[in-house]
C-alpha cells in the first residue's frame, strides 16, 4: 500500500508535535516537583496541602574558605606546593537574645519555620549554634539548628530547632579540630591560668596579648593545676549536667561558645553566657570567660598552644 507523499508529511508532523507535546508536560511536571520541594506546598487550587518542617529543603554547609598551602616532596625528593581550600562551617550566635538571667526579652527556638510553630526553647546572647541548612519561608528566612555532638542527656532534645534569622549573626568556622599528639604539637603561644587572682593572661612569644578576669572551678570541682596544651577546638559545645562522680547539679546549656580543651578530663576554657561573676570561682572546672573575650582567645590561640594553670 502507498501513502501519498502529502499525507505521509501530516503524519510525520503528527508524530513530532506529539513528542514536543510530551517533553513539554515532562518540563512542567519537573518545574512542579522543583516548586513543592522548594516551598513545601502542593498548588491544588483551595486545598493546598502545607508539608511539614522536616520536608522543607534546607540547603547544606560546609563552604570553601581562605586557602592554605600543603607542602609534599615527590619521588624525586622535589617540594611540590598543593593549595588546599579549608572546608567551612556555618554557625549562628545570639545577638537579640536576653541577659545572663534570662533578663529582658529571650530569643524564642521554634519547633518549625515560622511563628506559628510552638516555641521549645528560649536563648540568651552570647549562645553559638551549628547550623543545618536554610530555610525561606514568608517573608522570613529561618536557619535550622543541629546538634551534631555527643549529647549526655540527648533525650532533653525532643525535636527540630528553628531559630529566625533577624535575631542572629552568621559566622563561618573550621568546626571541631584536634590533634592526637598533644607532644608533637609546637607553638609560641601560651596561656597562663591564676586559680589565685581569677585571671588569665595570654602571651605569644614572651608579649602580652590579652589579660582577662575569668572564673575556674569551685573549691568542690578545681580547674586541674599543671602544664598542659591544647588539643582541641570547637565553635560550640552543648554542655549538660548532673556529671556523674563530678557535680550532681542539673544545668542545660546549649551553644556554650568558643571552647578550648586542654584536658580530656573534660577541662575546657569557654566562653560564660550564663553568669557575670567573672573574677570569682564558679565553674563546675573550665575557665569561663565572657563570650566577647572568649572570642577573641579562641581565635587567636591554635592547636598546641601551652596552657599552665597556676595558683
Known sequence: MTIPLKQHRRIVFLLVGAILLLCVLLVVVMLRTDIVEKYGT?????????????????????????????????????????PVKKV?????????GCGHHFEGECLNVRSGPGTEYPVVARL?????????????????????????????YPERVTGDWYVAANYVKVLLDEGNQAIENQGNAASTKQIIVDRSDQILYAYENDELFMQEPISTGLELTPTPRGIFSIYKKTPSRYMQGPIPDIANQ??????????????????VIHGAYWHDSFGTKYSH???????????ILYTWAELGTRVIVRD
Do not use: M
Open 42 to 82: 502542593l498548588f491544588a487550587g483551595d486545598n493546598a496541602e502545607v508539608l511539614s518542617p522536616e520536608n522543607l529543603d534546607a540547603p547544606k554547609t560546609p563552604f570553601l574558605g581562605e586557602e592554605e598551602v600543603f607542602i609534599i616532596k615527590s619521588v624525586d625528593e622535589e617540594e611540590i606546593i598543593l
Open 285 to 295: 572546672g573550665c575557665v569561663n570567660l565572657p563570650p566577647k573575650q572568649a572570642y
Open 88 to 96: 567551612l562551617f556555618e554557625y549562628v550566635e545570639v545577638l537579640d
Open 250 to 267: 542539673y544545668y542545660d546549656l546549649p551553644g556554650v561558645p568558643w571552647n578550648l580543651y586542654f584536658t580530656h578530663g573534660g577541662a
Open 124 to 152: 540568651r546572647n552570647g549562645i553559638v549554634l551549628k547550623v543545618d541548612g536554610k530555610v525561606e519561608h514568608g517573608e522570613s528566612t529561618w536557619y535550622k539548628i543541629i546538634f551534631d555532638e555527643w549529647l549526655r
